[in-house]
């Protein structure tokens, strides 16, 4: 157990990180993120609120959908990344990561109380609920075995309600692993109920360490590493979800960044072996530092070492060949494209 985000976390269970990583790749996973925020927006002016603090749309989202963007400042930083569904006209949940929570909160306050104040409220329902992750290419059909109506049909990125055990559970068909999934909105005194159903499906419980290796797999950003509040969706190479059509906060910079050009950009790297590269560790090119790391770990997946670091742009290209200062030795790694790794199709 660890702290992270200012809450008690697992790293592993007993069964071990890689197993744990096998798992969620080949059957199912199971994964307690309550740590991460549940923040109800609502409102008539819900839409024109998210609208104004978010990079993708809201006014085009239908309802019983649901979309990834950022949350950026006056400058085009990272506040945070985020998940928010459409619960109706004028209902939205919106999910922040769990070491963000306080700030999304203080911003969007802000920004309701100078623009959108009357007709928007927030409520955070954290500490009263519970989130439960289920991936894997097995979730498909466990989820309909212990679920009280079939969800195996739902659509990537739509949400239903449905009841586990009599427990209502909200359910987004959302991951952060790669693979195939849901993600359970339960009230906290249900997450038990919900959890053990699950695990008593077969499906191994899963900890930090072994969701961290799976989303850097698929090449997923992780709020503190790849973005930031100094670093831009654009560089971050998160352009496809970015809106530059509509005016938000850092609108003006994202488009001018899209146009003109950023001096780093984020890429993927690979190295053979198990010598995993940590965040902080100096990219190199003919001895010269142009670089540094984000993000690194053995891939038990691929069988060999992945990392994610912002480079200058001009080394960007796959195939490009790099130097990782390894703890005060030089290796040569290779920029891959993102993701590294993308789930099989399956029948």
Same mark, same amino acid.
């Given at each position: ?21 096998k ?13 991460? @925020?549940?923040?109800? $927006? ?6 024109d609120?998210?609208?104004?603090? #978010? !990079?993708? +749309?809201? %006014? ?21 990344d ?24 203080a911003?969007?306050?802000r ?41 195996s049909?739902?659509r ?24 195939? @999934?849901f993600?359970? $909105? ?11 159903? #699950? !695990?008593? +499906?077969? %499906? ?23 973005i ?13 979800f ?6 938000y ?16 950009r ?29 993000s ?21 290209e ?30």
């Amino acid at each position: 157990m660890v702290e992270f985000g200012g809450w008690d976390m697992p790293v592993q269970y007993p069964a071990g990180i890689l197993a744990e990583v096998k798992a969620v790749r080949k059957a199912t996973g199971v994964f307690d993120v309550s740590h991460m @925020g549940r923040l109800y $927006l609502s409102g008539p002016k819900a839409t024109d609120f998210l609208d104004w603090v #978010l !990079t993708g +749309s809201a %006014s085009t989202l239908r309802v019983g959908r649901a979309r990834y963007c950022m949350i950026c400042n006056e400058k085009g930083g990272v506040i945070d990344d985020t998940i928010f569904y459409r619960l109706s006209e004028d209902r939205y949940l919106l999910i922040p990561n769990a070491g963000n929570r306080s700030a999304v909160v203080a911003w969007f306050q802000r920004w309701i109380d100078e623009k959108f104040s009357p007709g928007c409220t927030m409520e955070d329902v954290t500490v009263t609920t519970g989130l439960i992750a289920f991936q894997g290419p097995g979730t498909l059909e466990t989820i309909d075995q212990v679920a009280d109506t079939p969800l195996s049909g739902m659509r990537p990125f739509s949400w239903t309600e449905s009841a586990i055990q009599g427990a209502t559970v909200f359910v987004g068909r959302t991951g952060y692993t790669g693979e195939d @999934g849901f993600e359970l $909105l339960v009230q906290g005194n249900d997450v038990v109920k919900v959890w053990t159903a #699950l !695990t008593d +499906s077969g %499906s191994v419980p899963c900890g930090l360490g072994a969701r961290d290796v799976l989303r850097l797999e698929a090449g997923l950003p992780l709020h503190g590493h790849e973005i930031d509040e100094k670093t831009t969706p654009i560089e971050a190479g998160l352009d496809r979800f970015v809106r530059f059509d509509k005016d938000y906060v850092g609108a003006a910079v994202l488009k001018d960044q899209q146009e003109n050009g950023v001096q780093r950009r984020l890429v993927g790297f690979t190295l053979p072996g198990r010598s995993a590269p940590r965040a902080g560790y100096n990219l190199l090119h003919q001895g010269e530092t142009i670089g540094a790391v984000t993000s690194g770990s053995y891939s038990p997946t691929l069988d060999t070492s992945i990392g994610m670091g912002y480079v200058l742009e001009r080394y960007v290209e796959s195939d490009t060949v790099l130097d990782l200062d390894l703890r005060g030795r030089i290796v040569q790694v290779n920029v891959t494209a993102l993701p590294f790794y993308t789930r099989p199709r399956r029948t």
